[in-house]
């Protein structure tokens, strides 16, 4: 027999969710079979694999201990020991900057150095998440972003700030900005566009156009023009309003102003003269909800080498 004692970390998701992380010797088809059997009870009584856990529950199990065979603590990402550049902290988030170059989960390529093993050393370095003391959860990123762009990514500590965190992006409650560098002007000082993206599987390119049509999901991107150069460089505050793939990148180069240094939208040949190989775009400011305090974090330009290159005297 195996007995949890459900935490708020591990409040609040489906029964079955939970058993699959605390127990994941236990096979899925086995575990909906026990429950039917009564094998697997909460709080003493019959359950039901839906069931939302919540704090103080007790689930117990009434199977073979070869479940339950102690096996090391394993985590969503390889724990990373390299640095962490740090912009705000809290008990609840954690909020730092991703450099270019740098993937947020492990990839194809096997990267063994990623953003979410840099946060999770750093949460064990602190104490603030303790592996063998979680049953069910491991912190997380909240936001993702492409490894040659930089910028802002949030992380939360705790079960309930993920779900806030992933409530609060939903519902677009957490403005975010974007700093970009683009080959050629925009066609006006200022905008607001809406437009239509299709993401088809397999594809490595989106496709943007202005009208709808099946499979095609509405946009909605700002800029505003913060800087030009007479070479036709032009820097940009960009707002995001939806979040799809791509987005800024793809609508962008559909207006005629591509990202300089973009390998799939951009203008190769202005990249070339450049020797750009990365994408001129950060993910420069984001300010939280209020269910976070509306706290706002900026990166310092400093740490914006594209800005620091092209558009040093500019003020943020």
């Known amino acids: 027999m195996k ?15 939970f058993l699959a992380k605390a127990a994941p010797a236990l096979p899925k088809g086995m575990l909906c079979k026990e429950v039917r059997k009564k094998n697997i009870k909460r709080n003493g009584k019959r359950c039901e694999i839906s069931d939302r856990l919540e704090p103080g529950d007790v689930i117990r199990l009434y199977l073979k201990d070869e479940f339950f065979e102690k096996t090391q603590k394993t985590t969503s990402a390889a724990v990373s020991a390299q640095p962490l550049d740090v912009l705000y902290e809290d008990e609840r988030v954690l909020v730092v900057y991703k ?24 949460l064990i370095g602190t104490g603030a998440y303790v592996p063998d003391r979680e049953q069910s959860f491991t912190p997380a990123l909240c936001n993702r972003l492409d490894r040659n762009t930089s910028g802002i990514v949030l992380a939360a500590k705790t079960a ?20 970009c560098v683009v080959a050629a002007p925009p066609p006006k000082q200022a905008d607001a566009c809406l437009a239509y993206h299709r993401r088809r599987e397999g594809e490595r390119i989106v496709t943007i156009s202005d009208r709808p049509g099946a499979e095609f999901r509405e946009i909605r991107t700002d800029y505003r023009v913060l800087e030009r150069r007479a070479d036709g460089l032009t820097l940009l505050e960009v707002t995001l309003h939806t979040g799809r793939t791509h987005q800024i990148r793809a609508h962008l180069a559909h207006l005629g102003c591509p990202i300089l240094g973009d390998e799939k939208y951009g203008d190769h040949e202005k990249n070339r003269a450049l020797r750009e190989k990365h994408q001129a775009l950060c993910a420069y400011r984001l300010e939280l909800s209020e269910a976070f305090g509306g706290v706002q974090i900026s990166v310092p330009a400093e740490k914006i080498g594209f800005l620091q290159k092209y558009f040093s005297s500019v003020r943020l």
Do not use: C, W
């Open 160 to 179: 309930e700030a993920l779900r806030t965190a992933n409530e609060m992006i939903r519902d677009h409650a957490a403005a975010k900005k974007y700093l």
């Open 3 to 17: 007995e949890f004692i459900i935490t708020e970390n591990d409040a609040g998701q489906r029964l079955d969710k």
């Open 99 to 122: 450099p270019v170059g740098l993937v947020v989960h492990s990839d194809d390529g096997g990267s063994s150095d990623t953003l979410i093993g840099r946060v999770l050393h750093h």
